[in-house]
């Protein structure tokens, strides 16, 4: 079965960057818009970010613009986040995802649904610290 495997995560203080790997044995990216997703403690998934597989374009949530950026090895078919100046608020669990309709990231694709993603992981957990 088809798995993210998310890594990369810890306890940073606030100010600090952590950079994420995203991984799927067997998944070819190129085939999928994906996703980086995180969930913090009594709320609900939000997304982060979004690229498209058509061109490589990385689209983000206001909230991390200009502080995250996301990169990939399409040889390696490994992706990454990469967080700088994180923020308290950025603590949770971070997930990456495949778009299984979509290769170019549509306009929901930071609003959500998320009905679309699929290939979950167990996420990598982030922790910043005041």
């Known amino acids: 079965e088809v798995r993210f495997v998310e890594s990369g995560g810890g306890l940073v203080q606030a100010g600090g960057s952590l950079r994420l790997h995203c991984a799927a044995p067997?998944?070819?990216?190129?085939?999928?818009?994906i996703g980086w997703f995180r969930q913090a403690p009594g709320k609900e998934r939000e997304a982060v970010s979004c690229?498209?597989?058509?061109?490589?374009?990385?689209y983000y949530v206001d909230s991390v613009k200009g502080r995250f950026t996301v990169s990939s090895d399409g040889a390696a078919n490994t992706m990454y986040l990469q967080m700088n100046s994180l923020k308290p608020e950025d603590t949770a669990v971070y997930y990456c995802?495949?778009?299984?309709?979509?290769?170019?990231?549509?306009?929901?694709?930071?609003?959500?649904?998320?009905?679309?993603?699929?290939?979950w992981g167990q996420g990598t957990q982030v922790t910043v610290s005041s």
């Open positions: 690229t498209s597989a058509t061109d490589g374009t990385s």
């Open positions: 995802a495949a778009d299984l309709e979509r290769r170019r990231c549509h306009g929901t694709a930071l609003t959500g649904p998320f009905y679309r993603y699929a290939y």
């Open positions: 067997g998944l070819t990216f190129r085939d999928y818009a």
